[in-house]
């Protein structure tokens, strides 16, 4: 991840980074049993993997700066749950909760 050394170089700092990703909706949205599990794979990959690799990216350098605010965000969804066929909230919610 280049990121955010290339925002440092830019500007100067790194105060804020907002994890605002989702997965389009697709074949992920069908009962469990018939989602297949590359689908699920590309949500994770997507809903969780991605936050937590913009974090390990932006962490560092807020510690050296001693200042930084990260803000994941998610669905109501990912609280409240979503329609029984729908995989991609609990990711979200997953992501949100223990980020």
């Given amino acids: 991840m280049t990121g955010a050394p290339e925002t440092v170089d830019r500007y100067g700092r790194l105060d804020v980074l907002v994890n605002n990703a989702a997965a389009p909706q697709g074949d992920d949205r069908a009962d469990i049993e018939e989602v297949p599990v ?27 700066q001693r200042y930084g605010r990260i803000i994941n965000i998610a669905s109501m969804a990912s609280v409240e749950g979503g329609a029984p066929a729908d995989s991609a909230p609990e990711t979200k919610g997953v992501a949100v909760s223990s980020m």
Avoid at 45 to 55: F, K, P, Q, V
């Fill in 38 to 64: 590359s689908t699920f794979d590309r949500i994770v990959a997507i809903n969780l993997r991605g936050t937590y690799l913009m974090c390990l990216a932006a962490v560092p350098v807020m510690h050296r």
